[in-house]
């Protein structure tokens, strides 16, 4: 069935298929509190568009669509945004409730009043259960929140947090990412807004071709086959010759590698330096 609905994801993590089933290749995902274009229903299964553009298929029950009635969820009120790797929303008020979600960072959740309670605060997840949150967990501000533009030194800081994280082909968050996720990640986090994949991401026209003696921390580094130009995967500049990303060479995460060594320095392509606003 064809629609144009828009809705807001309600599963912590929803995986997005190629084709609509659980067997199919998961090509990406959606996390909580993401608005979506809904524009097809298919035997229980949804086929959406996310902010980045990205498409997949997912499970309905993962999903709400709104109503006329409806304001896009964390866009009006108070909101309360994660900031640690992974924060618990539980029944109540005390690690010893019952566990509802966990949710990680970055996740922006509606406050449907300013209740606190030994430390917790009152949340309202997308599907309208009501939770709590420890306060430490979280940063409290009026939606919509804005990530504030970060330094410089902000982007590897923010990718140290991620190192150790497992890889996941597909995955955007701390239960499992990839390496134009990683990138996307820690760019959201540090106010800017960039694609999925890490071909897009070095075909945006925000990031410019930086040299490799002129790169900076926060920079792209892009690598793949150097006479194609074919890009297949990209790591953050966090300086000295370094750089942080998710891959399977050596071990499946989060890792700092050295541009020096023969195996990157072998698929090198070139790197890229966010001019965008």
């Not at 997912?58 to 924060?87: C, W």
């Not at 990718?159 to 701390?174: D, E, F, H, I, T």
Request: with cysteine; aromatic share 8%; net charge positive.
């Amino acid at each position: 069935m064809t629609l144009q609905r828009k809705g807001v994801i309600t599963a912590n993590i929803a995986n997005m298929c190629h084709d609509a089933n659980v067997k199919s290749e998961v090509v990406s995902q959606a996390v909580i509190g993401t608005t979506c274009t809904v524009t097809l229903n298919k035997k229980g299964w949804y086929y959406i568009q996310l902010p980045d553009t990205y498409l997949g298929w997912i499970p309905a029950e993962m999903a709400r669509l709104y109503t006329k009635q409806d304001q896009p969820y964390a866009s009006h009120g108070h909101v309360a945004t994660t900031i640690n790797l992974f924060a618990n929303i539980n029944e109540g008020p005390s690690v010893d409730s019952p566990l509802t979600t966990t949710v990680t960072i970055g996740i922006t959740l509606e406050v449907p009043d300013t209740v606190t309670q030994d430390g917790w605060l009152h949340v309202r997840l997308p599907d309208g259960q009501i939770g709590w949150v420890q306060q430490g967990d979280v940063i409290i501000d009026n939606a919509p929140h804005l990530f504030p533009r970060g330094k410089r030194s902000s982007f590897g800081a923010t990718a140290k947090k991620l190192l150790g994280l497992p890889y996941r082909w597909g995955g955007v968050s701390p239960f499992g990412i990839d390496c134009s996720g990683l990138a996307q990640l820690v760019y959201r986090l540090n106010g800017i807004t960039i694609l999925r994949d890490a071909g897009i991401q070095r075909g945006m026209k925000e990031f410019a071709l930086v040299s490799k003696a002129k790169m900076q921390p926060g920079d792209l580094i892009f690598f793949g086959n150097p006479a194609t130009k074919n890009v297949t995967h990209v790591g953050l500049c966090i300086g000295a010759g370094k750089f942080i990303h998710a891959t399977t060479h050596t071990r499946p995460v989060v890792q700092i590698s050295k541009l020096a060594d023969k195996h990157w320095t072998d698929l090198y392509i070139d790197s890229r330096h966010w001019a965008g606003k």
